[in-house]
């Protein structure tokens, strides 16, 4: 248990640390603190800080800078919140318009990186089963044909398909109507696998057409297994607690290339009720021993199905990056709950 004393000492030097980025020395605490303090009692205060792992002393400073302990502590027990404004939510609320769920999963990376100014990312919701309700084409110019595949939840996908020969519109009309045929209660893989039987009974172009919707299909499915969708890494560039050391910087974006260690940390995040933060080494990732995730899950019609957040440097200012997270989590449930 600290002191009330060392409490208020912890939390003055962590906000200036945040604030400055630079380490806080003993003058500072006094003047901030506006404690009846001697500069000999605050120092004892501070080798106590030290001693129990909170705070730390680089050796090129007098001062001392907060620890990941430290910041845990503050964060936990100290941490004013500062709440977003309505006008902000509202202007959040018209980013995320409910009409098409990958559109606003994206738009809710965009924002979270835009506001933190740090890298927002999203784990995109699992979708077992995409279901096609219409497909057509659209003669574009010779031999370019745009293949339009529309689904269930509304979704438009756009593919642009190159053929050996000039179609004309009532080809591309019989083909569209024949896939949209197929496609009525059929997922992606339904419809492939039906059309695929049908094709042993067309012959000539229809044939070589449908065939290359199909694969066009398989394409949007490929997409649709990325992951999350991330954005603002480069801000992550511009953080001179991170971009002095290149080598870490270097391994971080491997971190993100690779998904897979950052996967299991929002798959692990969406157990949480509420905002979780995972700060240097909490997090699990040693790239990540510099930086802090904050994360929240999201839902659709109350269930869970992935996780946002924000990953930025140790100093970060968590009172506002906590309502952001927080509020854009509960927008985006509700924008695709609405869709739904």
């Given at each position: 248990?600290?002191?009330?004393?060392?409490?208020?000492?912890?939390?003055?030097?962590?906000?200036?640390?945040?604030?400055?980025?630079?380490p806080v020395g003993s003058r500072t605490l006094s003047r901030y603190a506006n404690l009846d303090l001697s500069p000999a009692s605050i120092r004892n205060i501070m080798s106590d800080l030290e001693e129990l792992g909170l705070i730390t002393s680089p050796?090129?400073?007098?001062?001392?800078?907060?620890t990941s302990l430290g910041y845990r502590l503050f964060v936990d027990t100290m941490l004013t919140i500062q709440p977003l404004q309505q006008g902000q939510i509202r202007e959040l609320e018209g980013h995320l318009q409910p009409d098409?769920?990958?559109?606003?999963?994206?738009?809710?990376?965009?924002?979270?990186s835009q506001l933190t100014e740090f890298a927002g990312v999203?784990?995109?919701?699992?979708?077992?089963?995409?279901?096609?309700?219409?497909?057509?084409?659209?003669?574009?110019?010779?031999?370019?044909?745009?293949?339009?595949?529309?689904?269930?939840?509304?979704?438009?996908?756009?593919?642009?398909?190159l053929t050996e020969r000039d179609y004309t519109t009532s080809e591309l009309a019989e083909a569209s109507n024949l896939l949209t045929q197929h496609c009525v209660g059929r997922t992606l893989e339904g419809v492939r696998d039906a059309v695929y039987q049908e094709l042993r009974h067309l012959q000539g172009d229809i044939s070589q057409l449908m065939t290359a919707a199909v694969e066009a299909g398989n394409q949007v499915m490929a997409d649709e297994a990325n992951p999350y969708v991330l954005s603002g890494e480069s801000n992550l560039l511009r953080v001179d607690d991170l971009s002095s050391n290149v080598e870490r910087l270097r391994q971080l974006f491997r971190v993100f290339e690779e998904k897979t260690a950052l996967l299991q940390l929002l798959d692990h995040s969406q157990h949480a009720a509420g905002v979780q933060i995972f700060i240097g080494g909490e997090a699990g990732i040693s790239p990540l021993d510099e930086c802090s995730v904050v994360t929240s899950p999201y839902k659709v019609n109350g269930q869970i199905v992935?996780?946002?957040?924000?990953?930025?440097?140790?100093?970060?200012?968590?009172e506002r990056v906590i309502p952001i997270v927080d509020v854009t989590a509960k927008l985006l449930s509700s924008a695709l709950s609405h869709h739904s």
């Open positions: 248990m600290l002191s009330e004393r060392a409490q208020i000492l912890l939390k003055i030097l962590v906000e200036r640390y945040i604030a400055e980025g630079q050796h090129t400073s007098a001062g001392r800078i907060p098409n769920p990958t559109r606003a999963v994206t738009a809710a990376s965009h924002l979270l999203v784990l995109t919701p699992k979708r077992r089963g995409i279901l096609l309700t219409q497909v057509e084409f659209l003669r574009l110019s010779d031999k370019r044909v745009l293949l339009i595949l529309v689904t269930a939840d509304g979704d438009v996908q756009n593919r642009i398909l992935g996780t946002l957040g924000v990953i930025g440097p140790t100093r970060m200012a968590y």
